[in-house]
């Protein structure tokens, strides 16, 4: 029986020491190659799974908790972009988004890296010619994705779930969905940096409907249904010898947040309680950050009492929904005898703010919405916990190792193989072993320029004298964005772990230090002025040049509740204005 690969979404950080040399022993014979399976849920706040958070215990997901218990959880991994099609697509490439150019969830990977062929929904939804003047410029950086390097190596590749990346994927794949497109032109992306303070999203109460038993995605459940059967019918779709990548995805818990009370019943109440974080003053907060929460619609002076912990209440029993598909899956890899014989990897692209900071949704660089599970569990490796930062980047280079392949140049992640195996147990399974892993101390980076996010914003997150410092700094394209104005906040998560306290004034010199650490891994205000300059050519290509000013204000009254003149003499100013 071949050992099975699975990939459940997630990433983090722990460091193995290269094994030592010693005495010769005799050879083990070597065991078949693994395959791959990849289960990703979406919008899975990574400190559910972090046994040192309070999060962890406030809902039963005994599927999760099982990988996490008897595999290597990192514990400390973040998303580079906090948005469902940056976040997958960094996946899928091992590249930041400014590299990329997957800028936001209207604008993914417009041509297959390997044959060039333009991915069809971005034909639809664009021209053929823009989405060919994306592709020559994603190219640069942009040589190879997950599932083609893995086709190269040799392996049978099955994608069934939510995939978001484009590069004609879902031409590809007959049971992957989510074309990393979202319905194109986006008016709540383009004119974001109009800095129009009005929302874009209904009331956080207004996700919540408590008389869902499926949850919210219909499509979740065909992707589990699909998986089972794929899985049941193992040696009959791959042959005997065969390398199988086996990629599963969910959209739960995103929201809308669907549930009923057999999912209820899954969410420790008193723990929750328990662990209620104040949602903050909104006069109080960084401008980023009150747009943000006006964008959202999580602006109201207060909250009835039971308002933020039926909002949270109704995430986390979410969270078991997915916990259960996933689960569903496992169980069916144990019927058919492969259980045993797995490495199973969990990640999720994005966490999600359910009403911390006065936020819905992701975005954003606190804790609740760019920290993300990662597991890694299977033969060989022994149950541990990694605090080393790691990242989604980190992804495709474990997964190519694994396969036994050589991590292409100029990818921005590292494989975590090193973390799982010494040199003798990755031989034994055919794994390519580098010995070359993060250092330890290596800090995670982020990046954000989409919708509900005025101007671009970045974060570096590492170890200070034992503290986990967070820097979050702005792209200053624009006058209205100055760097006075939206000056870097510094956050010591270690003492503050609901990152309600911005201590940049009192550190000075780390807010330095911190930026130009942060400038090595991402061009911040390079990037945020190429973000916002390839938005104001998207708006003015499929709206200003095609639509009169009226018909432009009717859209963008549709687009912002309560939009008005004064709002569209910033979007004309915004317009105007020169990048």
């Known amino acids: ?180 497109w979202h319905g194109g032109p986006s008016l709540s992306i383009l004119t974001r940096s109009a800095d129009v303070r009005k929302p874009t999203k209904g009331t956080p109460i207004s996700l919540v409907n408590w008389n869902k038993p499926n949850g919210s995605f219909p499509n979740d459940w065909r992707t589990v249904e699909k998986s089972v059967e794929a899985l049941c019918r193992f040696p009959e779709l791959y042959p005997d010898g065969e390398r199988v990548f086996f990629y599963s995805s969910v959209l739960t818990p995103h929201p809308p947040l669907h549930t009923s009370q057999k999912w209820l019943d899954r969410v420790n109440a008193s723990a929750l309680a328990a662990v209620q974080p104040p949602i903050g003053n909104l006069s109080a907060f960084h401008p980023f950050d009150s747009y943000m929460s006006i964008s959202k619609n999580v602006a109201a002076p207060s909250y009835p009492a039971g308002y933020v912990y039926n909002v949270t209440e109704s995430y986390f029993s979410d969270v078991a929904i997915a916990d259960h598909m996933h689960g569903e899956v496992l169980s069916a890899l144990e019927r058919a005898g492969l259980r045993d014989d797995a490495w199973v990897i969990f990640i999720s692209d994005h966490g999600e703010q359910k009403m911390e900071r006065r936020q819905m949704w992701k975005n954003s660089m606190f804790e609740a919405s760019a920290r993300v599970p990662l597991v890694i569990q299977g033969p060989g490796i022994k149950p541990g916990t990694v605090k080393e930062y790691t990242s989604l980047l980190d992804v495709m280079p474990t997964i190519i190792e694994l396969a036994g392949g050589t991590v292409p140049e100029g990818l921005d992640g590292q494989s975590l193989v090193p973390f799982l195996f010494d040199e003798e147990t990755a031989a034994e399974y055919g794994v390519t072993w580098s010995g070359s892993r993060p250092a330890p101390g290596r800090p995670a980076a982020s990046q954000y320029h989409s919708n509900m996010g005025n101007t671009g914003s970045f974060m570096l997150v590492k170890r200070v004298d034992g503290a986990e410092m967070k820097l979050i700094t702005y792209g200053n394209a624009l006058p209205w964005f100055n760097a006075s104005s939206y000056h870097p906040q510094l956050f010591n998560i270690t003492a503050d772990r609901w990152e309600q306290t911005d201590v940049s004034a009192r550190h000075p010199e780390l807010v330095a230090s911190m930026s130009a650490e942060l400038e090595a891994i991402i061009p911040t205000q390079a990037a945020d002025l190429a973000a916002k300059t390839n938005d104001k050519k998207v708006f003015q290509q499929y709206f200003a040049d095609d639509m009169s000013t009226w018909k432009i204000h009717q859209k963008l009254q549709r687009t912002y509740k309560g939009f008005t003149d004064t709002d569209m003499q910033k979007v004309k100013l915004w317009e105007a204005t020169s990048l």
């Open 1 to 180: 029986m071949h050992a099975l690969l699975i990939v459940l979404a997630a990433v983090a950080g722990a460091v193995l020491a290269p094994a030592r040399a010693g005495p010769s022993r005799p050879a083990k014979a070597a065991a078949k190659r693994p395959h791959i399976v990849l289960l990703f849920t979406d919008e899975q706040d990574g400190r559910t799974l972090d046994p040192e958070h309070p999060y962890y215990n406030v809902v039963s997901t005994p599927a999760f908790e099982s990988l996490a218990s008897t595999g290597m959880n990192f514990v400390r991994t973040y998303t580079p972009a906090p948005q469902c099609v940056p976040g997958r697509v960094a996946t899928f490439t091992s590249l930041h988004t400014h590299k990329s150019l997957g800028w936001n969830n209207g604008q993914s990977l417009a041509a297959d890296a390997k044959t060039g062929k333009l991915d069809g929904n971005c034909v639809k939804l664009y021209s053929r010619e823009t989405c060919e003047g994306w592709a020559k410029a994603q190219a640069v950086h942009v040589k190879t994705t997950l599932d083609r390097e893995l086709e190269q190596l040799g392996w049978n590749v099955t994608l069934i779930g939510k995939t978001d990346v484009g590069a004609t994927v879902l031409e590809r794949f007959p049971n992957a969905w989510a074309d990393g």
